[in-house]
């Protein structure tokens, strides 16, 4: 959020135009002090929006900016992350509390050994040497995409469609957050360990423990948000104090 933030002030600020190059990968890790993953991630991001187009041997280019393209953006920023934090975590406690819980209920065998299944390669992914800048990188990736993995098999497992399809519709937005939170150290394995609680209420068939312990999952998700939210306003405001100095 940090480095878009800084490439959308660029943009609108005119300092980089429509046709030139935005600052190298190496040039916003170095200046912004973030990972090369969080620079991918952003410059994605906005070339998804079609405000950038990364090409070959060039590196990203700035297009000329539509209304709609630079709407779409200012939800990216970080001036409106925590509000986009609590409306997401708010949703998800209404939602994913309850598909604990039904899951509980209405889970089938094969429905435990696909979160079993799930949860072998959450084990797996957590271990991933993430030293290397493309290890950080494959890192992230899995363990966004396993998270989500296990969050819909939950809802399949509840065998209501409409569930399913909701769940599917905030997607994106949890796989970017996982991506986001997931930096911290620690919470990746945290997260694994809340899993295999969430799983353990549902293979018993104790919709009380499992709503209990999605509870749990998602507030410490809303915890890790928060931190991080924290984080970023502390680099802002060195970077603010640094330059003013």
């Excluded at 209304?67 to 975590?89: C, F, G, K, V």
């Excluded at 599917?168 to 945290?190: C, D, F, H, W, Y």
Aim: glycine content about 4%; charged content about 25%.
């Amino acid at each position: 959020m940090q480095v878009i933030d800084h490439l959308l002030g660029l943009i609108r600020s005119g300092q980089v135009k429509p046709g030139e190059q935005l600052p190298t990968e190496k040039q916003l890790t170095e200046e912004l002090h973030v990972s090369r993953t969080c620079v991918r991630e952003a410059i994605k991001s906005l070339e998804v929006l079609q405000l950038i187009k990364v090409r070959p041997r060039v590196g990203a280019v700035v297009l000329e900016p539509s209304p709609t393209a630079l709407i779409n953006a200012e939800h990216l920023s970080a001036s409106a992350y925590q509000q986009r934090t609590d409306a997401l975590i708010e949703f998800r406690k209404i939602l994913e509390l309850g598909l604990a819980a039904l899951a509980a209920e209405n889970a089938t065998e094969e429905d435990l050994l696909k979160l079993q299944t799930v949860l072998a390669d959450h084990e797996v992914t957590v271990k991933i040497d993430h030293s290397t800048a493309e290890g950080e990188a494959l890192f992230y990736k899995e363990l966004g995409e396993v998270n989500i993995r296990f969050h819909t098999a939950i809802a399949e497992a509840t065998k209501n469609p409409i569930a399913i399809l909701v769940l599917q519709a905030i997607s994106k937005p949890l796989i970017n957050r996982s991506r986001q939170t997931n930096i911290m150290p620690g919470v990746a394995e945290a997260g694994l360990r809340e899993h295999w609680t969430i799983y353990r209420a549902i293979k018993n068939r104790n919709p009380e423990k499992a709503r209990i312990a999605m509870r749990s999952h998602i507030e410490s998700a809303e915890r890790n948000a928060l931190i991080l939210q924290a984080d970023l306003t502390d680099v802002e405001l060195n970077s603010v104090s640094s330059t003013e100095s």
